[in-house]
Every structure is written in structure tokens, then in C-alpha cells.
């Protein structure tokens, strides 16, 4: 066989595909992108991530003039008008900013963009479009898609994904998320704060099943307050286009009398799946496990040698900053160097407001582990920095092991939570004690201070609670 065209060809250029390809060519290796959509960045940028946070923080400013909750400060407006339009144009305008710099990444670091879609041929080549493509190594990042309930095919106009409630034309009478997660709660905050009616149905017990119940428990109570209807223990039966409007019936998880729920617009939000179809791995020898994500050992190598795989694909959070991370380490293990990524410290951000940060274990996962362990937690209604804004709803809670002290976890709700949780990772990171978080001088006033204030509640020493 010739000489392969390629040093490395990344299959994907969402955030681990495109970050993997700039450090291989840093690297001095040469290097291609492919990438099926118009743009770079993948879901996150294009369709996820940055035009949701985009909608969520031109909603939040609106509310807190609209709403009334600025007034305490003097600020005070009447007839506070909203323009949807321009909202959605500034989304764009981000978006189109960002996947732009991406392009310019590619062009500085002489990534070659290859635009199309990717099958192999075998384990050593790939075909985008009539071009054939040989490579050392091929690394899989195409990320992952909408999981979908059987018999609710989305329409795009009335029942929608993420995709298309990041671009509903007007603001929905009443919107009904089907999914208590990450996205349907953000997308839902973002219509509610704009005028819709918002029902939120979850199957499981509660929102967020995977975060710590205490958390999760207040941050329902936050949601109800702030106007969105949680309906949890509830099983989704059917979902129904009527005209220009949707009905979903639905009944108690445990069995019960089936009730309907009238709609405008129907958001299907219960998951993500790892997107490989198309990829045709099966020429490579390659299997995937029972949850259709590709095997890989720790250093992001598959079973087929020259093959590697990132992101959504792979075990593990389906989160952006996740992949970016994998896309690093495995980059530097194709250069012969050292890369690891310490998925025990992955933290996860829910961006409505109050935001949620977590990072580590949960208290129900230490508990059903058999670990001894100590809590230490401070309000954010005793924060300095929280009074002042007026914005005082949650609070910080470390969790640390009872014998050594280490810190195992961090769960954070209130306004700065996706700011602060960074410390928090860094600090179980460097393996640090709830002593050394307490021991380290913050900056005051902050918020950041209730973290340092639940550091030392873990001993039973807080200051101002």
C-alpha cells in the first residue's frame, strides 16, 4: 500500500473532533477534518450549547426588566417590549462568529477542511463523497443524536427536538417538554421566561435523575416557583398532531387513569445516542457494545489498531467539554506523548437560573459504594455577595471522605454555579482536602466564598451559617 495521504484524519469536527485535529497538526502531523454540516463545531455549536446559552441569557435579561425584578435596584421600565426576531439574530450572530474562528483555526494550524460524510472502506481508508482517503489513524468524533420514543416522529414544526425549539417563530401558548434533563429544562426556562405556558413530563421520580436528590429536589422547587409545571413519576403514552397543536396523553409511571395534555408546540428531550450510522464499521472489524457506543481501553484506541474514538461515541457524559478533553488526550497518544483525561472529574452544568454545577460522586452514589463520608453545606442566603444582588435561592455542598478528607464531590445550585464548579473540579483534580479548599484565601465579596464557607462546614466550623 502507498504511503497514507494522512498522519491523522478526524471523523467529525464538533468539540472533540476539531480540538483533536489542531493539537494532532501542533503536533507537526498532518492532519484532515471531516465534517458533513456547512459549519464546524458540530451539534454544541451549531445546534446545542451556544445558541441555547445565547437564548437563555437574552431571556433571563428580559425577564428581569419585564418581571419587574430590577426595580428594587431603580431600575424601573414601562411597556418593556420583546423582540423574538432579534433575539434569534443575535443567536445567529454568535454561532456564525464561533464556527467561523474554528474555520480560521484550521487555516492557522493547516487542518484540511474536508467537507462531506465519511464511510470506511476498511480500517485504513475512507470515502467521503468520490474522493478516497488513507490515513496512519482515523479518530471517530461524530458525536451523537436525539434519542426518539417509538411512534413520535417529530414534524419540525409542531412536535420538535433541541434543534428546532432553538428557533420556534413565535413564542408557543403552552409548551410541553418531554423529558426532565439538561436540554428540556433549559429550553424550557428560555420559552417561559418569554410568555409560554411550560409543562415539563419525566418518567423518572424526579428532574435531572442523575443528580444528587437533595439538589435535585430544590431545583424542582426553584422551577415550580419560577412557573414551569413538573409532572415526574409520568409516562409519555402518545403524542398526537391535532391541526396546528399537539395532544399528549400520558399516566402515572406506576400504572393509573391516562390524562391528555393540549399544546401548541411538543418538545421531545429524553436523550442523546451515539451517532455511527452511516459510518459503515463494520468494514473496520469494528463492534459496538449493548448501548451502540464504540469500545475503547483508556487511551482512546479501539480494538482495530490505527482506529480511535472520542466523545459522544464513547463511555461516558455526552458533554462538549468532555470530548474536548478526550480529543486532547487522544491527540497526544497518537504523537507517541502521554495523554489521559480523569473521568472521575468531569463536571456538568445545567444553565438555567439558578444554575446547577456538579462535579464527582453524588451522596446516593458514595452511600450505594460503601464510602464514609462527611457533608458541609452553606446557603447562598448567607453569602455576602448573593444578598447584595438580591439572588440568594441554593447553596454549596461538599462532600468528602470521612478518613483522608478528600474531596469526592461538589454540587452547586445558584446563580454562579457554572463559574465555581471550574474550582471545585480542580481542587478533586490536585486530589485536595475540604481543609485545603477552607485554608485558601478567597476574595471577598464573591460568591465563590460559599464554597470556601461549606469547605469548612464539612468540620462543622462555617463562619457566617
Known amino acids: 500500500m502507498a504511503n497514507p495521504e494522512f498522519d491523522v484524519v478526524i471523523i467529525g469536527g464538533g468539540p472533540g473532533g476539531y480540538v483533536g485535529a489542531i493539537r494532532a497538526a501542533q503536533h507537526g502531523l498532518k492532519v484532515a477534518c471531516v465534517e458533513k454540516r456547512a459549519a464546524l463545531g458540530g451539534t454544541c455549536l451549531n445546534v446545542g450549547c451556544i445558541p441555547s446559552k445565547a437564548l437563555l441569557n437574552g431571556s433571563h435579561l428580559y425577564e428581569e426588566l419585564a418581571g419587574g425584578h430590577l426595580a428594587k435596584f431603580g431600575v424601573k421600565a414601562d411597556n418593556v417590549s420583546f423582540d423574538l426576531s432579534a433575539l434569534l439574530g443575535e443567536k445567529y450572530k454568535a454561532v456564525s462568529e464561533l464556527t467561523g474562528g474554528i474555520a480560521m483555526l484550521f487555516k492557522k494550524n493547516k487542518v484540511e477542511w474536508i467537507k462531506g460524510e465519511a464511510s470506511f472502506v476498511d480500517a485504513k481508508s475512507i470515502k467521503v463523497g468520490e474522493r478516497t482517503i488513507t490515513a ?3 479518530v471517530i468524533a461524530t458525536g451523537s443524536e436525539v ?10 414544526e409542531v412536535i420538535v427536538t433541541s434543534t428546532e425549539a432553538l428557533n420556534l417563530p413565535k413564542v408557543p401558548e403552552h409548551l410541553v417538554v418531554i423529558g426532565g434533563g439538561y436540554i428540556g429544562l433549559e429550553m424550557g426556562s428560555v420559552w417561559r421566561r418569554l410568555g409560554a405556558k411550560v409543562t415539563v413530563v419525566e418518567y423518572a421520580p424526579r428532574i435531572v435523575p442523575a443528580m444528587d436528590i437533595e439538589v435535585a429536589n430544590a431545583f424542582a422547587k426553584i422551577l415550580t416557583k419560577q412557573g414551569l409545571v413538573l409532572k415526574t413519576a409520568t409516562k409519555v403514552v402518545s403524542v398526537e398532531r391535532t391541526g396546528a397543536g399537539a395532544t399528549v396523553t400520558v399516566e402515572p409511571a406506576a400504572g393509573g387513569p391516562a390524562e391528555t395534555i393540549t399544546a401548541d408546540v411538543v418538545l421531545l428531550s429524553i436523550g442523546r445516542r451515539p451517532n455511527t ?21 483508556h487511551d482512546f484506541a479501539t480494538t482495530v489498531a490505527g482506529i480511535w474514538a472520542i466523545g459522544d ?3 461516558g457524559p455526552m458533554l462538549a467539554h468532555k470530548a474536548e478533553d478526550e480529543g486532547l488526550a487522544c491527540a497526544d497518544n497518537i504523537a ?3 495523554g489521559y483525561v480523569n473521568h472521575d472529574v468531569i463536571p456538568a452544568v445545567v444553565y438555567t437560573h439558578p444554575e446547577v454545577g456538579t462535579v464527582g460522586k453524588t451522596e446516593e452514589e458514595l452511600k450505594a459504594a460503601g464510602i464514609a463520608y462527611k457533608v458541609g453545606k452553606f446557603l447562598f442566603a448567607a453569602n455576602s455577595r448573593a444578598k447584595t444582588n438580591r439572588d440568594t435561592d441554593g447553596f454549596v455542598k461538599v462532600l468528602a471522605d470521612a478518613k483522608t478528607d478528600r ?10 454555579a457554572g463559574t465555581m464548579i471550574a474550582q471545585a473540579a480542580q481542587a478533586m483534580e490536585f486530589g485536595a482536602s475540604s481543609e485545603d479548599i477552607a485554608l485558601t484565601c478567597h476574595a471577598h465579596p464573591t460568591h465563590s466564598e460559599a464554597l ?5 462546614a464539612v468540620t462543622g466550623k462555617a463562619i457566617h451559617m
Open 452 to 456: 470556601k464557607e461549606a469547605a469548612m
Open 313 to 315: 461515541v464513547v463511555e
Open 277 to 297: 450510522d452511516g459510518l459503515n464499521l463494520a468494514a473496520t472489524g469494528l463492534a459496538l457494545d449493548a448501548k451502540g457506543r464504540i469500545p475503547i481501553g
Open 407 to 416: 474531596v469526592l464531590g461538589v454540587h452547586i445550585i445558584g446563580a454562579m
Open 147 to 156: 434519542v426518539l420514543l417509538p411512534g413520535m416522529t417529530p414534524d419540525g
Open 136 to 138: 496512519k489513524n482515523f
Open 336 to 338: 507517541g506523548l502521554a
